[in-house]
């Protein structure tokens, strides 16, 4: 028995709850042969276990296991999670919520967002900055901005060598203390890219195209494209300063890809890569972590998941109350308060898609956002009216999600008319959002 295992077992012993001592690890350990070091917070069993051969496994085979109870550890967790298979490693942090515990695919994430970055910094320097205070810094990701392609967006993206490498980094540019350029900078996890099967990938033959000039049009992307090889593009559909160019055949749309990446139109060095079709099986609830909150489902009248029997929405009168007040839609929980403006508060001009969902607190802005995450078109809301028996205008809204990947267009209606035009937009917007 190695001397860091007991010292990692004795660690354990002094904050057991009871007063346990470490015995129970330490068999452990000696059942299985696997190795015990406590470092950074965290105590890691294994890594490789006893015999392995090879590089450690791939990306996809680790998962998260939260809301750990306090007085739980090895002896009882590996063989819980060895039920499953057999374990490569398994990290213990020394903070636990103490509910029950929560298991979902770990995200082994290698990139962090930086934000409030100053616009007129280039990739070098934006990599030399981040070089001096990270270490396992493997690249840089800057975008030009939209109107002028001498200045960036004011933010980047840093990719590391290992998830650890960025949570330390994370971790170090979190307290406020690196100022690059005189600047507070805004960090935190970048959303992580959306994974499409080999299978459907193969079947792809549209274009992403980014990094294009406001001005340039659809005409003139669809010509340019169809230089290499006259005739096959099908139709081109540009949003800002991005777009998307559909191909008859799939053939044609690799060839292209290849040929017009890196090429200037209009002055502008473009981007292009395959579009990633929108996963028609992932729910908007899956996408925000099923947090969804129990009064928006009551709220739209769907069915009790315990009784199978539809909830009603009750009077429209009550909806404003239900959705500015506590029970606000969808996860999670906002802050809905006020703070005071001190002269010389610094203002940095701030995207709304560079925001989290915790910055919404209405089901139209997260509709917005959730199409633009999905490079949808924004969604489209057409009115529609009736009279009541008792003569009032009762309102309905009709909602248009349209996937410009993949062509398709979606119609979304909810059953229920409202007397506001606000509440109708708003109801209309949860329907939709439950149902994508």
Not at 330 to 335: A, F, H, I, N, S
């Amino acid at each position: 028995m190695h001397e860091e295992n007991k010292a990692a077992a004795n660690g354990c012993g002094k904050i057991r709850s009871g007063g346990q001592n470490g015995a129970a690890l330490l068999a452990l350990m000696e059942k299985t042969g696997y190795s015990m070091v406590q470092q950074n917070g965290q105590r890691k069993f294994g890594g490789p276990p006893p015999g392995w051969e090879g590089p450690p496994p791939p990306r996809g085979c680790e998962v998260f296991v939260g809301k750990i109870p306090r007085d739980m550890y090895e002896d009882e967790l590996v063989p819980v999670f060895e039920r499953a298979g057999k374990i490569y490693e398994l990290r213990l942090m020394m903070e636990f919520s103490g509910k029950f515990i929560g298991v979902c695919v770990s995200l082994d994430n290698c990139r962090l967002f930086i934000g409030a970055i100053p616009k007129d910094k280039k990739k070098e320097e934006i990599l030399n900055e981040m070089k001096k205070v990270t270490e396992g810094v493997v690249d840089v990701i800057v975008y030009p901005n939209a109107t002028d392609k001498t200045k960036n967006r004011g933010f980047a993206f840093v990719e590391y060598e290992s998830h650890r490498a960025a949570a330390m980094a994370r971790r170090r540019l979190i307290p406020g203390t690196f100022q690059p350029w005189g600047h507070t900078i805004q960090v935190d996890w970048a959303d992580p890219e959306k994974v499409v099967d080999e299978e459907t990938m193969q079947r792809v033959k549209v274009l992403y195209v980014r990094n294009l000039m406001i001005s340039t049009t659809e005409d003139k992307i669809k010509a340019e494209f169809n230089k290499f090889k006259p005739g096959v593009v099908e139709r081109v559909k540009k949003l800002r300063d991005y777009a998307f160019v559909h191909f008859f055949h799939r053939e044609d749309a690799v060839a292209a890809m290849s040929v017009m990446n890196g090429k200037c139109i209009d002055g502008a060095s473009i981007e292009v890569t395959l579009a990633k079709p929108v996963n028609k099986e992932s729910s908007w609830k899956q996408h925000f972590n099923g947090q969804i909150s129990p009064s928006s489902e009551n709220l739209l009248g769907f069915p009790n998941k315990e009784d199978g029997t539809q909830k009603s929405l009750g009077k429209p009168a009550n909806l404003s109350v239900r959705l500015n007040g506590q029970h606000s839609p969808g996860p999670p929980e906002v802050e809905r308060s006020t703070y005071p403006i001190f002269p010389g508060i610094k203002l940095t001009p701030t995207s709304m898609y560079s925001l989290k969902l915790c910055h919404f607190s209405s089901a139209v802005m997260h509709l917005d956002y959730f199409c633009h995450k999905n490079s949808w078109a924004p969604p489209e809301y057409c009115l529609y009216s009736t009279t009541s028996q008792d003569g009032k205008i009762l309102l309905v809204y009709k909602v248009l999600i349209s996937s410009i990947a993949d062509d398709s267009q979606t119609y979304f209606m909810p059953e229920k008319l409202c007397t506001t035009v606000e509440d109708a937009k708003e109801l209309a917007a949860q329907f939709t959002l439950l149902h994508l």
